[in-house]
């Protein structure tokens, strides 16, 4: 069974063991972190944190566009660690993960994947 | 008054309009994407102006798990059933949008103190009806139909739960979607054999949060479905077109002789009216446009965001909200095809024009509001979803929603807000939390159909 270590940034660096094949909020939930959730299938960001180091697989999410993702959110419901991660959690985290879009429209490639165009990417 | 029956609810409109005024009413309360965790909660809040709690939270029942978003519910039971006397409206049923559990919850057996009698599971919904994202709730004579906006993977179009009245799970309501592309709200006028639907988005789309360039690619609806009820299956379609962007509250008259409805389209902000003309032909039109209004800091106008409509219960008036502006408006619709604007009141918005009401600072706008019966007290209320409230006032999470209540005039029109009522849900004992859909044990103005 590959494990790998998450340290969460903003609960004084504290570090767990996570097993790689289960998402990270059920790893993290079973270490006794209090996460937000929501949907629990990847489609509605409440358990949204940011990535600041190391690698995830969430290919199975929906929610996020790609300015979101290139702000660092995963989705911690259906992600899953790919190496030793830093995670900022909750919504402490989530400066970056609204924006008024009247104030600030997203740029054409910044959309979701099945809408955006392909420059820049 | 028929005497002979005894089951939930009122004869007639009329017999509504003439029942005892409401002294409770049920709000839902959020803590699902506030950075609060806490479970979801109902909220019994006591409107009885002669009781030393009046204007404030009396009871709160919390759901079994966190992440829910309660949003709309809906009771087992109404008017459809008044010839049942073996029904009673004693379960409120409150859906998780996130979640997808549905918690049914028994408010007779102690009307202040609510208690969960049972919860549906949504991992159950998704393995025996493939449905995400519930949404409105309508009983059905004895049996309940809920509006789900995905299947279970939160695609849409979604379709329809039925219940029993035991809450056991029949399956989909529905023989057919046809080719419905979104669902959301929806009622029906049974002595027409008719049912209307409206579209919001897949809940892979509006539960993250609302983005216009969405709405340009065809993510969200702009059609109005009209369904043939006893074949379960829609009919014919309007295409509204940038009339009726985002068609979301759909309300017929409540005489059931009428074929009069109403639609809010939210981000046009238009309202859409239908009617069956003298040939048997449906018809529609924009009968109220909302303009946008200029911010003085933002590059582009500010649609209203109408995300909710109600229709009093003489059908003389409509209620309308425009979230993003701040306002309350009361339509005279006694000619349905010539509306007339006869109220409006401001509380919150981004336009500034009330951030402060009743001696507080109000974070959102108007969103979700409940008429009494007489048509005289309406209950508004400022958060629409947590991912868009986030969005759009994000201030929202330090102060909480609001309950306010506005004195309506039915007789010669007029709304003011009431100032001796404010129920802030800023100060609530786990943290600040944000109240949105309510209704009253005794039926309310958008419960109850008649057969």
């Known amino acids: ?121 | 008054m028929n005497k002979v029956c005894c089951g939930p609810g009122y004869a007639s409109p009329i017999e509504a309009i003439n029942a005892p005024r409401e002294k409770l009413l049920y709000t839902i309360a959020i803590y699902t994407g506030t950075g609060i965790q806490k479970p979801d909660y109902l909220a019994t809040v006591d409107v009885d102006p002669d009781s030393p709690t009046y204007s404030q939270v009396i009871h709160r029942l919390e759901m079994p798990g966190i992440g829910d978003e309660l949003h709309h519910m809906g009771w087992n039971a109404c008017s459809s059933c008044h010839d049942d006397s073996s029904m009673s409206r004693k379960y409120l049923i409150l859906p998780g949008v996130r979640s997808n559990n549905l918690h049914i919850v028994d408010t007779a057996t102690d009307p202040k103190a609510p208690r969960l009698y049972k919860v549906i599971e949504g991992a159950e919904i998704k393995s025996k009806a493939d449905l995400s994202g519930p949404h409105t709730v309508h009983c059905l004579g004895s049996e309940i139909i809920i509006s789900f906006l995905g299947n279970a993977k939160g695609e849409a179009p979604g379709g329809y739960l039925q219940l029993d009245k035991e809450f056991n799970i029949i399956g989909r309501w529905e023989n057919s979607m046809g080719g419905i592309k979104f669902g959301y709200d929806f009622w029906y006028q049974p002595r027409h054999n008719v049912m209307v639907s409206s579209e919001w988005a897949a809940p892979n789309t509006f539960m993250p949060g609302f983005d216009l360039e969405e709405v340009g690619h065809l993510k969200y609806g702009r059609e109005l479905h009209f369904w043939d009820f006893e074949k379960r299956e829609p009919v014919e379609s309007f295409y509204l077109g940038e009339d009726g962007l985002v068609p979301l509250e759909v309300k017929f008259h409540h005489n059931p002789d009428s074929t009069h409805g109403f639609c809010g389209a939210a981000l046009s902000t238009n309202v859409i009216h239908w009617w069956k003309n003298s040939d048997g032909k449906w018809q529609w039109e924009k009968i109220i446009d909302i303009e946008n209004e200029m911010h003085p800091e933002w590059p582009i106008p500010l649609p209203g965001v109408m995300s909710a409509i109600l229709v009093s219960m003489d059908d003389k008036y409509l209620y309308l909200n425009n979230w993003l502006h701040g306002d309350m408006r009361q339509y005279d619709i006694s000619d349905p095809h010539n509306p007339v604007l006869t109220g409006q009141v401001y509380m919150g918005g981004l336009l500034g024009k009330a951030p402060e009401v009743n001696g507080v600072e109000v974070a959102g706008g108007p969103q979700m509001f409940q008429l009494s019966l007489d048509g005289k007290r309406l209950y508004v209320t400022t958060s629409l979803f947590s991912t868009w409230d986030n969005q759009f006032y994000p201030e929202i999470r330090e102060k909480g929603g609001v309950m306010l209540q506005i004195d309506c005039d039915p007789e010669n029109g007029g709304m003011k807000v009431n100032p001796n009522f404010m129920i802030n849900f800023g100060k609530e004992p786990n943290g600040p939390s944000r109240c949105h859909e309510a209704r009253y044990p005794g039926g309310d103005c958008t419960s109850d159909i008649w057969l």
Not at chain 1, 3 to 26: C, F, G, M, Q, S
Not at chain 1, 63 to 72: E, F, K, R, S, V
Not at chain 1, 81 to 106: C, M, Q, V
Request: hydrophobic share 30%; charged share 30%.
């Open chain 1, 1 to 121: 069974m590959t494990k790998y270590k998450v340290t969460i940034t903003n609960r004084d660096n504290v570090e767990y063991e996570v097993d790689a094949k289960r998402p990270i909020l059920d790893e993290l939930r079973d270490h006794g972190v209090d996460l937000p959730y929501g949907c629990k299938y990847g489609g509605c960001i409440t358990c949204a944190a940011k990535l600041t180091s190391g690698d995830v697989d969430q290919k199975r999410q929906v929610a996020l566009n790609n300015w979101q993702l290139d702000n660092g959110y995963v989705i911690l419901c259906v992600a899953r660690a790919k190496s030793d991660i830093t995670l900022e959690i909750g919504t402490e985290s989530h400066d970056k993960l609204y924006r008024n879009p009247f104030l600030e429209p997203l740029k054409s490639y910044q959309l979701k994947a099945d809408i955006a165009s392909k420059e820049d990417i």
